[in-house]
């Protein structure tokens, strides 16, 4: 079946780094793509998704491009801040099963 | 709009006792996810039913685990004779139709700790 791995965490920055969250998947077809995240204590919120190659999804200043070439979703932000802390998703909508297949998640705590 | 809702947030129960997770969907959404997230894990896919169905259960554990989802009422995530390693995560999602074009609405997740 379809599947998703991101880069394992966790991952720890400085307020104000660039950072950036690896995903790639493997599927048949086109599947869509979403990254998810989530606060502690909370369950997750979409943060953003792509529907389609070369599609750029992007919400509060996180973007991610669909890229087919490589199966990526890498996640971006250009500045990050301590309010970003939490761990984030990456996950496909797969087709023939009709279900979400979720990476296994990387943890961002992001210091003052 | 109130999202979907999952209650209890947080549940004790002793090993031997019967776990029950309910979930409310979102207004309109006909169709429930449940997942589980064990401690330091991703999220795994349980089961996926619709109003009166159980369409996957393929993530389901074979023993003590079942769902439903009544034509009235929560969708019920029952768990019979709770071992320690249930202790987890447990999140509900819902969707307005099978083939999502618009993404799950998660809830805020029961928290389960077996003793």
């Known amino acids: 079946g379809d599947s998703v791995t991101q880069m394992e965490g966790p991952v720890t920055l400085s307020e104000e780094a660039f950072l950036t969250i690896n995903c790639t998947y493997t599927?048949?077809?086109?599947?869509?793509l979403f990254w998810y995240v989530q606060y502690p204590g909370e369950g997750l919120q979409l943060l953003l998704k792509?529907?389609?190659?070369?599609d750029k999804g992007s919400n509060k200043g996180f973007e991610a491009t669909y890229r087919k070439e490589t199966t990526s979703f890498h996640l971006e932000k250009g500045s990050v801040q301590v309010s970003d802390s939490a761990v984030y998703f990456c996950?496909?909508?797969?087709?023939?099963?009709?279900?979400?297949?979720f990476g296994q998640g990387t943890r961002l705590t992001i210091n003052p | 709009n109130a999202g979907v809702m999952q209650n209890p947030r947080h549940l004790v129960r002793r090993r031997g006792q019967e776990a029950r997770l309910r979930c409310s969907p979102m207004?309109?959404?006909?169709?429930v996810y449940w997942y589980r997230q064990l401690p330091e894990e991703g999220l795994k896919f349980m089961v996926y039913?619709?109003?009166?169905?159980?369409?996957?259960e393929s993530g389901m554990p074979k023993e003590r685990f079942s769902a439903e989802f009544p034509k009235e009422g929560p969708s019920i995530l029952r768990i019979q004779q709770v071992v320690r390693g249930d202790s987890a995560a447990y999140f509900c999602?819902?969707?307005?139709?099978?083939?999502?074009?618009?993404?799950?609405?998660f809830g805020n997740g029961t928290r389960l700790t077996v003793t």
């Open positions: 996950a496909l909508f797969d087709q023939g099963a009709q279900k979400l297949v």
């Open positions: 599927a048949t077809g086109y599947p869509s």
């Open positions: 039913l619709q109003k009166e169905n159980i369409i996957d």
């Open positions: 207004k309109g959404h006909s169709h």
């Open positions: 999602a819902s969707s307005p139709d099978r083939a999502i074009t618009s993404p799950l609405h």
């Open positions: 792509a529907t389609k190659a070369d």
